[in-house]
């Protein structure tokens, strides 16, 4: 039952030369990630846009310097409690944000399967054969064969194991890709998280600015009934002429006619903010409220902290570091492959003595391949990943660059948008004020109705604009903020090592509560 002395002289010719190859290889080939420069110029000390505090600067203001960043649920500095239900709602329900989460998982899973690469392969193959020889097979005399017509049978249960040290590295760089591929994802997660956050937040102030809008015009449309009425009874008692009253009546049907339109935007903003939140559009709805709230106060930070609040230049950062291991997985083809493979087991004729221990068989020995010649195949997968890394470096510096540029432009658009409002406000007075002096001369009989008329548009269009610049401003805001990365950083993204352990049962069951 004890394996011989010759067992044992054999076993060491074979793993010792085998032992001392492991212990000297090992290396990793390949180019070491070093991320590079995110600009070809060095970043900006601060922003362009930065609001400065003259006359002309407006109302809105940025965070003292040291003001946090926003951080977490970024959607509550608008102090919005039906905003702040919706965005917890659609963290839940989005399902672009479930399939994103899906897909993260699986590139989870695949660092699993990387890892599994460093391991031996273990494997068993029983079976059992019955055969007889044929009778008419004979020797070259013309006699038969002395086991011809005999039947046998043929027992095996052999146990095999395959094992290829990862002498170069090939599979640690594939384990380093699928880590960074697993990061890269949830980066992705999280910048579709934000996307589908500010797209609730920027619905939302739409629908409340159509319902500011809507609430000018029924203020319209009752003014202009009484115009009519006003008419009409100037009219039927000769003060006036039909003309007064056909106007009248003429402004009355278009403001009608504009308000009942209204009602096609705040349905769509709605049925979206539905589609957002995961629930039919056929039974969800939100009751009209007014847009009367100011951007809120948002800390922009510097340049410098963009890099570390983007998901997607994280995302992008993550991409360029899984093509440079890309790379060394093509370099590991130039160098051979070593494969240690052993089977043993039971072998015999009668199923009743396979287990017995004469009826043991094994065997054990490495193999080396090594690729002579390919006419070049290996020097243009290198080079075909290489080109593929510097295509990747290129991308992040465009992804850093369109994020300084959004940064600007939100900013921008909110600092331009809070003196617009503030001139607009005023060409409102303005209006309002032209509305009472013509109305008050044609109750004198001085001016005619066609001056009132005109009043009451300008300030009908002078209310809109106001309604639409304040809705502007704050879908502003929201851009700014999601510009900015919304409450996120870099610290929040999973290292190597969390993306590499075992998908469990309560992290899939978190995203799908339902």
């Not at 699928?178 to 937040?201: C, F, G, I, V, W």
Request: proline residues 6%; glycine residues 4%.
């Amino acid at each position: 039952m004890m394996m011989t002395t010759m067992d044992r002289i054999r076993l060491r010719s074979i793993f010792g030369p085998t032992v001392a190859l492991l212990f000297l290889g090992g290396c990793m080939v390949g180019p070491k990630y070093h991320p590079p420069a995110a600009t070809v110029q060095a970043p900006p000390i601060s922003y362009k846009e930065v609001p400065t505090q003259s006359p002309n600067s407006g109302d809105w203001k940025i965070a003292d310097p040291k003001d946090a960043m926003l951080r977490g649920k970024w959607w509550e500095v608008f102090n919005e409690p039906e905003l702040n239900a919706l965005e917890e709602q659609l963290n839940i329900d989005n399902q672009n944000i479930k399939q994103a989460f899906e897909n993260f998982m699986e590139a989870r899973t695949l660092v699993t399967q990387a890892r599994a690469q460093l391991y031996p392969t273990l494997g068993v193959a029983p079976s059992y054969q019955h055969s007889r020889a044929s009778a008419n097979i004979g020797n070259s005399s013309g006699s038969n064969s002395s086991n011809a017509g005999q039947q046998s049978s043929l027992s095996t249960l052999p146990f095999e194991a395959s094992w290829e040290p990862d002498l170069w590295g090939k599979v640690r760089n594939t384990i380093h890709q699928a880590q960074y591929n697993a990061q890269l994802s949830a980066a992705d997660l999280e910048n579709e998280k934000l996307t589908e956050q500010a797209s609730l937040a920027v619905f939302f102030f739409e629908l409340r600015g159509q319902d500011a809008v809507q609430q000018i015009f029924d203020v319209t449309v009752e003014s202009d009934k009484q115009s009519v009425e006003l008419t009409r009874a100037r009219f039927e008692t000769g003060v006036d002429s039909e003309l007064a009253f056909v106007e009248a009546q003429n402004a009355l049907q278009n403001a009608e006619a504009a308000s009942t339109n209204l009602a096609i935007a705040r349905a769509q903003f709605e049925h979206a903010i539905a589609v957002l939140i995961g629930v039919p559009p056929s039974s969800f709805s939100i009751p009209m409220k007014p847009l009367n709230a100011a951007p809120p106060t948002i800390p922009v930070g510097v340049p410098a902290q963009l890099l570390e609040r983007r998901p997607d230049i994280a995302a992008a950062e993550r991409n360029m570091a899984a093509a440079n291991a890309q790379i060394g997985i093509a370099t590991a083809a130039y160098y051979p492959n070593l494969t240690i493979s052993a089977q043993a087991g039971f072998e015999s004729s009668a199923l009743k003595n396979l287990f017995q221990w004469p009826s043991r068989f094994w065997s054990v020995g490495p193999s080396i391949s090594e690729t002579l010649f390919d006419a070049g195949l290996r020097r243009a997968s290198v080079n075909q990943f290489v080109a593929v890394y510097d295509s990747n470096v290129a991308g992040y510096r465009q992804t850093v660059l369109t994020a300084f540029q959004q940064v600007e432009d939100s900013m921008a658009a909110v600092r331009i948008l809070s003196r617009e409002i503030q001139q607009q406000e005023d060409a409102v007075r303005s209006a309002q004020r032209f509305l009472e002096l013509t109305r008050a001369r044609y109750d004198t009989g001085v001016d005619q109705y066609l001056n009132v008329l005109v009043a009451q548009t300008t300030l009908l269009n002078d209310q809109q604009q106001l309604a639409s610049l304040r809705t502007q401003a704050m879908t502003a805001s929201v851009q700014l903020i999601e510009a900015l990365g919304g409450g996120w950083d870099r610290s929040q993204l999973p290292t190597p090592a969390q993306v590499s352990e075992r998908v469990t049962k309560s992290e899939i069951e978190s995203q799908n509560p339902h």
